[in-house]
């Protein structure tokens, strides 16, 4: 293996909106081979968005590559790394990598290989924003020694701050993330259709009446913490607003309700670590979300 990430080869199969960003990032201190996409359309596409590299369908006649990077969907990473151990391409010096968040770099199962995980907790639904905004990035990292040896400096050097993770708790880590991105997102949008339903008129091409309580309380939490950033009538003790609520929710979608009760339950813990409510009211109010949760 080259002892130089600059003289390092790089080919990406699956080469999406994650495929392409990094494969743009990493194309300032490597060399970028082939771009392997399902059609020649789609690879032409990110070789012109990455600004470098071969579009390339399917697995035969490909070239040697220090590096690897598998960035399909998750459900074809192991048919993917099977296909390119068959292509017979693969070196026993070649270290293959995937950014998968939920699986672990065994999954691969390339025995003869090196291989590593590296999870980017960053959100590529638009890769022109990813490509400039991709600094300061946070990523799970796992795998064998030698190949996180050469894959942290080079997510290091494109601005990442990877981290360790442990393999055998690879999903648990991936729910922590789907839970503070994905579920954040269907969150709001439960939260848009109850202000909705309460006859809240919102323009379509106007900012939201709770974007700047949106903003607020995500400013506060990462200055200060859950239990300081915590409000409301929970962190209060306040159980006659929550049953005004609960019955405020009876005869809307069942799903409303079942996410409140979900989630005033999650806060119980929080407002008794605050200490401003009284054990009594939290007793209370707990006594409501489990007859409604049901």
Known sequence: MPSQLSIFTLSCIGAGRLGKTLCHLFSK???????????????????????????HTGFCDLKPANLWL???????????????????VLRDTDIVFHCSGS????????????????HPIHSFANPQNSVTQFVGT?????????AVHVLQPLFENIGAAP??????????????????????VSLMALGEQMLAASGVDSQADSPSPLE?????????????????ALTGPIARGDS?????HLGALQGQPDLWQKVYCALGNAT????????????DSLATISNLLDVHGQ
């Open 138 to 146: 946070a990523c799970g990292i796992e795998g064998q020694p030698e």
């Open 103 to 118: 699986l672990s770099a065994d999954s691969l199962a390339l025995d003869n290989n090196a291989t590593a995980s590296v």
């Open 163 to 184: 981290f360790a993770i442990a393999s055998e708790h690879k999903s648990l880590y991936h729910a922590a993330t789907v839970m503070t991105c994905n579920y954040l």
């Open 240 to 244: 006659a607003t929550i049953e005004a």
């Open 29 to 55: 201190q490597l060399h970028i081979g082939q771009i392997i996409n399902r059609n020649q359309e789609s690879a032409k596409l990110a070789v012109d968005f990455i600004g470098c590299g071969q579009a």
């Open 212 to 228: 700047p309580l949106i903003r607020q309380t995500l400013d506060n939490y990462l200055r200060t913490g859950a239990v300081s």
């Open 70 to 88: 598998i960035a399909t969907p998750d459900n074809s990473i192991k048919q993917t790394a099977a296909a390119l151990k068959n292509s017979g």
């Open 268 to 279: 119980l813990e929080l407002s008794a670590q605050q200490g401003q409510a009284s054990a």
